[in-house]
């Protein structure tokens, strides 16, 4: 016995970016039917790092970046949990006089966005930092930016679209996707058929197949950020930390267990990654290194996710090129949690009006040379 | 079997101290990995070297003899083998497994792998679980046998299962008093039970003997017990428990508690193995044939790491997976060997059913868990926390139960809490434990020093 669902919108995948278009669009009265695999934010979106930080992004994702800022400030009013989230400020550590010169060229380069960066170095940063170790010799503090619990904050977004009226359905796999007249028609096994007027392709690292099917393939690589967590440790450390250039980033979450992030995992399948051996052992160097307070700690997990990257580390953003009524919002490429509620919201502002306020050209399908 | 495909076994309890001698039989010079100083297993656990006094008799009781038998099969076969002890394997990846010894990572690629990692006690909370001289069965154990001391001066022993009074007996020739033996399985189910238990007579004799040796003593052994709680201030000082319609409380300074055994299935699940919920053990386990062949070829897995049997049945198994692994390399194996193994094990199963209908999983406990509970001591997740997970509908399996409320997140890895997790969420959700599924293994199993060091790096 198939279900068959009629809606203005379905949304295919159900992390950040989805379930807060869901939210958005039932805000602005929408019918939606939200579509998700597995649980929703139980993807890249609910296993990152967990850093929400504006810092070190390129200045075309900045617009987007400082309305996703405001969005954060309201998250108890729209979720009804803070879920973890702390406005710690970031900070981006230089390794090297010349890293140094980095931070300044950007805090000059995205002086018109608001991100209120500090420079801070040598004898003044040592007193303001005691905690960080001699690696670092000075850096950049958003003081803004901070911290919050993924694992809580993904899920949310698409529960409070459920509590405003948006079908929400878990382990539910799209298997086939097709446009009938004006209509997209979303086919679930046997289950269930969903059809809408607008199709949001929000399926994270696996959103090159429906993108695939409207005959627009995009060059999107599944990669999969290490990451490890140690026991809980006194507190030493509030900013989330990042490191000019890469390599390694932590932070200390409130119950104390200190967050590290550096390196790759490994693929299972298309669909599952682990974290890698190397990758886990470097990392714990790296860190300790950055952080001497965990030297002497054990790492209790390790974890990583799957994550469309594209060539250019910017995300795909806007309409199909090749299909009205269906929008694109994917490729993250490692930076897609601080961001993703203002895509949410520019997505809607796509379905209700054709265009967003925030400028999208930069992250346009069609800026890639076709893939054979 | 070429030197790439050196065999690895995980373990040296009497699974895989036995998986090693009848591969050192046939010729091949096996790994074995080993957490412990020396082999031995849980069970059969040796003291550390020097300066233990007491014998074997007096450290293993009833088991003694077997004690020794497995730790000699060890000795006999010490230069044949590459033993590894000391050292924990926390990760497998790719044909490849992850070592830690001494502060000192390295890895070793495998051919055939045999897992023989063993089992931990299973617990359920229950109102001052968590005060400081509760411990479980299997860890009163160690203490006898491994640090030379008891968890109390008088100890009193709850749960069920037949380490239940195998630990009160050792307790008591230790010399430490006993207060009382509270088993959660009413006598008459155990009574309906005897028959099925006649199959291994030798067994269930000794079994008797160990209930009559400790009333004999004055020990008061009672049936049909729910806990209500350990009671006392930073310190045990009394166990208090439901009886029929009554109660009965007796004074201790310590308990151990345990509901029998769960299997360590960590490094099955990073090798990839097929899970299959078994109703016996109410815990999913790796799926394997009767001579302990997985899903993935060339994995087997022996004892009580794929399901409880105990000790007996783990030497067998170890011998047979072992057997296995021969003949699925091509190698000669003596068929009549393995068939009589073969016909043990099927025995041991059937005398394994028996004693699981002997010492019963009391499954209305987990029902009565207090709200304000502390469930998960690693992450501090109270019952009601991850029941409320379940109740609002977030959560319908136990890793998304574990995203939203950390349950299984700290040190442990869910090895203590798990069990207790699946009850309280399936309970939550009014379906059985095998519907929320089991937590996935994240390397390391278990914590890894921020220290290690890759071999390579490693100053000689």
Redesign the interface.
Known sequence: MTEHIHCDVAIVGGGIVGGSAALFLREMGFSVTLLERD?CG?KAS?VNFGGVRRQGRPLEQLPLSQRAHAIWGRLPELLGTDAEYIRSGHLKLARSEADLDSLIAYKERSAGFGLDLEIIAGDAFRRRFPALGDRAVGGSLCPEDGHANP??VS?AFA?AAAARGAIVREQTPVDRVSRDGDRFVLVSGDALEVRARVLLNTAGAWSHRIATAFDEPVPLESLHPNMAV??PLPRFLDVNIGVEGGGVYGRQVP?GNMVVGGGRG?A?DPDRA????DA??TL?RD??ELFPQ??????????TGVEGYTPDRNPIIGPSRTTPNLFHAFGFSGAGFQIGPAVGEALAELVRDGRSTAPLDAFRIDRFPPTP | MTRALSPVIVGAGPAGIRAAEALVAAGLRPVLIDEAARGGGQIYRQPPDGGFTRPKTALYGTEAAKADAVHRALDRIRDRVDYRPRTLVW?C??GAL?LLCDGV?D?IPYGPLILATGATDRVLPFPGWTLPGVFTLGGSQVALKFQGCAIGRRVAFLGTGPLLYLVACQYLKAGVEVAGVFDTTPQTVQARALPGMLRDPATLAKGLALVGWLRLHGVPVHHGIRPIAVEGEGRVRALRVRHGAGEIAVECDAVAFGLGLRSETQLAD?A?CAFRFDPMDRAWLPVRDTAGRTSVPGLYIAGDGGGIAGADAAELAGERAARAALEDAGLPVDAARVAWLDRRLARVAAFRRALNAAFPFPQDWAATIPDDLMLCRC??VSAGTLRGVGQRG?AR?IN?AK??TRVG???C?GRVCGAAAAELLAGALGVGPDAVGRLRA???IK??????T?VQEATP
Do not use: S, Y
């Open positions: 649980w139980a609910g694992r809580l899920p529960r140690t026991e119950r490994f299972l682990r974290p890698q051996r886990v052992l714990m860190a300790a965990i030297a002497k700690a054990h790492v209790i997990r390790c974890w | 990760n990846e790719r992850d990572t890895t990073l990839g992450e501090g977030e399996e998304r995203a939203l997140m700290g040190r890895q994240q390397p390391p914590p890894l020093p921020i220290t290690a890759p």
